[in-house]
């Protein structure tokens, strides 16, 4: 039987997830002013958790611009935009913008403060992989910066974390009460002040400061005061020694002045500050190496009533990077993965049958484009090339693509029809490499795949001559619009005699899986012929 590799649709998930997180209505929504009445005497506004909105894997997409066509689609530039260009709200304007989407505009506490818990959580795993910073401490104050941070704990549970938390001032309210109930239908331990360790280093990875949002005044009272000046030494001690657990800030750090910053010098210096909705103008003052927005939930009433400037959010992520990311040592990245091991008596007699295997999980995880495949070419000079292609069917005479039977790797083929492709799933830290000969499929075959594409792509095909250099990008276009117009009857575009697919017949198989303390999973499959039958003889290579 044949795989055939066709598109998958994971944003009908995404919207269904989405459509249940945040009900139209919700339980708690008539009584939405009232709690944010009570909770800035406790204080915190609603904006507190309004600040920390949902970030992935996964971490942003386009704050303003799911409201408003003004914002076009971001890029790299904009995912990383210039501190100096973007708004900065007063602690006055923080309080007004939470005033008008809980009023007019209809969100209620907690379908925000699950937006902005979940913002929290998603701006963490884009830095901080829980494969080394999994112990979490998530310090949560009495108002909804402190339900950002149980929120935040839920959702970084779901994302193979270990929480606890620290709520030492609950509210007594359905909606604190309901987050709590969550957390400990999850078994998350919760530590009063007294139990926690007096060297926090020793026990947690990461802490997450969710005790006080922008409409906090005063001093702060016991035991937040201790809590704090315990989370200072830290930074202290950070300094002086190569491992400290890291700070998240969630929009305001404990401390400091909402517009001023840490003016005493004696609050909290996070590592990583998360702003919610806008950042407060204290974010100005931050230096650490990880700022994030989150909020994507902003109408394009309030950015014009208030012309905020704000970072596009990529794709369909919940959170943006402000700035640009800090510099880092390449020869110090690296992973330490953590996987099922990979064992001869547990994967298929038949590698064709354990590629299927892997490559279903692939594209049951979500991960984009699991059809990617890097191939490698070697023409008659000896000069190896490699380039991504898309694999397009596989079944037991092989792996098939297609493409512009002029190219490069055209080219290097017809020279030697030998081949290696190898497929990468980062996701699931999963590597096959196969090797073998490779063929033209029969003309028929690419006809039949040629005209199942859209039909942009198959003018497309026809419009480049693949690998040929072309004085600019205006060619490509001008040749496009003519073909496009010529097949615009809907009459049938013929397939161009120089395009087609490719075969390549296996010889060889490896299958990987990355371990811990590069220990990693290495099964070849080997062909061998036994009473005139194919058989392949599995072995194991060291990493």
């Given amino acids: ?78 995912r990383m935009q210039n501190p100096e260009s973007i708004s900065y709200l007063t602690q006055r304007e923080a309080a007004e913008v939470d005033e008008i989407l809980m009023g007019p505009l209809g969100f209620s506490v907690d379908q925000l403060m699950e937006l902005a818990g979940l913002s929290v959580a998603t701006s963490i795993a884009e830095v901080y992989k829980p494969s080394e910073y999994s112990r979490v401490l998530a310090i949560c104050g009495p108002g909804n910066n402190g339900g950002d941070g149980l929120v935040a704990a839920r959702h970084l549970h779901h994302f193979g974390y270990k929480p606890s938390v620290c709520y030492p001032k609950r509210t007594q309210k359905p909606l604190y009460n309901g987050l709590v109930t969550q957390l400990e239908s999850l078994s998350v331990p919760f530590l009063s002040v007294e139990d926690l360790p007096v060297d926090l280093s020793e026990d947690f990875d990461i802490l997450v400061d969710a005790m006080f949002g922008f409409s906090f005044h005063g001093s702060p009272r016991p035991p937040f005061d201790d809590l704090i000046q315990k989370l200072v030494q830290l930074c202290n001690f950070a300094q ?23 003016v005493s010098g004696e609050g909290v210096k996070p590592d990583m500050l998360v702003s919610l909705t806008a950042p407060k103008l204290c974010a100005k003052k931050f230096t650490g190496p990880h700022h994030f927005l989150g909020g ?73 484009e699991p059809n990617a495949m890097a191939l490698s070419t070697v023409g008659k000079d000896g000069k190896p090339s490699s380039r991504i292609v898309l694999l397009k069917g596989v079944d037991k005479d092989g792996f098939v693509w297609y493409t512009n039977y002029e190219s490069q790797k055209a080219h290097e083929l017809s020279e030697n029809p030998q081949a290696s492709l190898l497929f990468y799933w980062d996701g699931l830290n999963q590597q096959v490499r196969v090797e073998g000969s490779v063929q033209k499929v029969p003309d028929e075959e690419s006809e039949q795949y040629f005209h199942s ?91």
């Fill in 1 to 78: 039987m044949t795989m055939v590799i066709r598109r998958s649709s994971s944003r009908a998930m995404t919207c269904l997830f989405l459509s249940q997180l945040l009900p139209p209505t919700l339980s708690h929504h008539n009584h939405s002013f009232s709690i944010y009445k009570s909770c800035r005497s406790l204080s915190k506004t609603p904006s507190d958790f309004l600040g920390s909105i949902w970030c992935p894997a996964v971490c942003a997409a386009p704050t303003i611009r799911s409201f408003s066509s003004k914002f076009s689609e971001s890029n790299t530039t904009a």
């Fill in 240 to 262: 002086n020694h190569q491992k400290s657990p890291v700070i998240v800030s969630v929009d305001i750090p404990s401390g400091w002045h909402v517009e001023e910053g840490d």
């Fill in 296 to 368: 994507r939930f902003v109408p394009p009433s309030i950015v014009d009533k208030f012309k905020l400037h704000l970072p596009a959010y990529p794709g369909t992520s919940m959170c943006v990077r402000i700035g640009k990311p800090p510099q880092i040592d390449i020869s110090a990245l690296r992973q330490n993965y953590i996987s099922p091991e990979l064992l001869e008596e547990r994967v298929a007699a038949d590698p064709i049958d354990q590629f299927r295997k892997w490559f279903d999980e692939a594209l049951a995880s979500g991960l984009r």
């Fill in 453 to 543: 594409r859209p039909r942009g792509s198959q003018i497309g095909a026809i419009a480049s001559k693949q690998s040929a250099i072309i004085p600019g990008r205006h060619i490509l276009h001008q040749t496009y619009k003519e073909l496009e117009g010529k097949y615009s009857d809907g009459s049938l575009i013929p397939k161009p005699k120089h395009w087609g697919g490719y075969r390549l017949k296996p010889q060889l198989f490896e299958f990987w899986q990355g371990q811990q303390s590069r220990l990693h999973d290495r099964l070849q499959y080997i062909p061998q012929e036994i009473d005139g039958k194919l058989v392949w003889k599995i072995v194991r290579l060291a990493p």
